[in-house]
């Protein structure tokens, strides 16, 4: 598994705001050039956590993007998950059911099923907030 870096400027965006939350909505243009990344990209990502409810959006000369919640309630896995997908490091781990023909006979399942949960418990363990 590797995250993209739409995965990683998705948490970026999402500190960033949390850096400067003043009460207001803060212009991508100014996200973009703190954070160092092209504003188009930023425009391709803030669709999915607005849609996610993680972000609140304003249109106009004093508009921008905010979070919606406190940075403490934003679980970086939930970040990742939203711009990733599923975490789970093997195709037959993603989802809720695995499907795979030979999971019975499968060796090193466990292994992976562990792996997954490690990953999953490690992002989850960290907020917005641990970022500040």
């Given at each position: 598994m590797k995250i993209s870096t739409k995965g990683r400027y998705a948490l970026r965006l999402m500190i960033d705001l949390a850096q400067h939350d003043a009460g207001g909505y803060l212009p991508l243009r100014d996200i973009s050039k703190r954070q160092q990344i092209s504003a188009k990209y930023l425009e391709q990502i803030v669709p999915l956590l607005t849609r996610a409810g993680y972000l609140k959006s304003l249109r106009g000369n004093s508009g921008g993007y905010r979070l919606a919640k406190l940075p403490a309630e934003y679980k970086v896995g939930d970040i990742l998950r939203t711009t990733e997908g599923d975490l789970a490091p093997i195709a037959c781990l993603e989802g809720?059911?695995?499907?795979?023909?030979?999971?019975?006979?499968?060796?090193?399942?466990?292994?992976?099923?562990?792996?997954?949960?490690?990953?999953?418990?490690?992002?989850?363990?960290?907020?917005?907030?641990?970022f500040l």
């Open positions: 809720e059911k695995n499907d795979c023909p030979r999971k019975d006979a499968c060796t090193t399942l466990s292994f992976w099923e562990g792996l997954k949960t490690v990953i999953n418990d490690y992002v989850d363990s960290k907020t917005l907030a641990d």
